[in-house]
């Protein structure tokens, strides 16, 4: 089936650490997002991607870094940078014609 | 900054109908107004959409005032398995665009 797949689901990592998030689709969409979420927030966007080696930063890019070489691959590499790196991560990508956006699953990240 | 603003949280019955308001007072004309929920832990889901008409899909109703500037969700037998945070945007159909989401509106139906 057709689908945003995001991995790992849960990830652990030491203060100091760079880590990359997984986030793959087959739905032939051309933009995909990256968004972050804290205990009992909304979400907030990290970076978000239109086409192949194109993306723009969002609220809160600092301390986080992504690439676009291919289009079913939107991956996020959360760096040492970021000083609060602790939280839920959706990925999602964007249906051309009805503009309707479609959600991962969600990676939780936290460092100890 | 989102574009929409919604209130923080809502009860309702169950068995009653749940309506979710949200205004969108600077909609673009070219604008759609579109409603997720996101149950606890969970990626959001898509629940409708629309432009200017009132629309009806297997889950929900959209209500949008004549001037467009907010709108109304209807869940109409709302359930247990409807308590969730319902998010309104408002985004243009085709292009790349800074999507941003509000706070959204945490529904809880009591039993």
């Known amino acids: 089936d057709g689908g945003i797949t995001q991995s790992p689901k849960y990830l652990f990592r030491k203060e100091g650490q760079n880590v990359t998030l997984s986030c793959e689709q087959n739905?032939?969409?051309?933009?995909m997002y990256w968004y972050r979420q804290d205990p009992g927030q909304g979400l907030r966007l990290i970076y978000y991607?239109?086409?192949?080696?194109?993306?723009q930063k969002g609220d809160i890019a600092e301390g986080y870094s992504v690439s676009r070489e291919k289009k079913e691959s939107f991956p996020l590499t959360v760096t040492s940078a970021q000083k609060n790196p602790t939280a839920f991560y959706l990925c999602?990508?964007?249906?051309?014609?009805?503009?309707?956006?479609?959600f991962g699953e969600g990676s939780r990240l936290t460092v100890l | 900054d989102a574009k929409t603003t919604q209130p923080p949280s809502m009860d309702c019955a169950e068995g009653r109908a749940a309506n979710l308001p949200c205004n969108h007072s600077?909609?673009?004309?070219?604008?759609?107004v579109y409603w997720y929920r996101q149950i606890h832990s969970q990626g959001p889901q898509y629940i409708i959409h629309?432009?200017?008409n009132n629309e009806t899909n297997e889950m929900a109703s959209l209500i949008i005032t004549e001037d467009r500037k907010s709108s109304t969700l209807i869940l109409p037998h709302a359930t247990l398995r409807d308590t969730a945070v319902y998010y309104c945007?408002?985004?243009?159909?085709?292009?790349?665009?800074?999507?941003?989401f509000g706070q959204g509106t945490r529904l809880t139906i009591n039993p």
């Open positions: 739905l032939n969409h051309d933009a």
């Open positions: 991607s239109q086409i192949v080696n194109d993306f």
């Open positions: 600077t909609i673009s004309g070219n604008e759609y």
């Open positions: 629309g432009l200017k």
């Open positions: 945007i408002v985004l243009s159909i085709q292009g790349a665009q800074k999507l941003v």
């Open positions: 999602a990508s964007r249906h051309v014609r009805t503009g309707e956006l479609f």
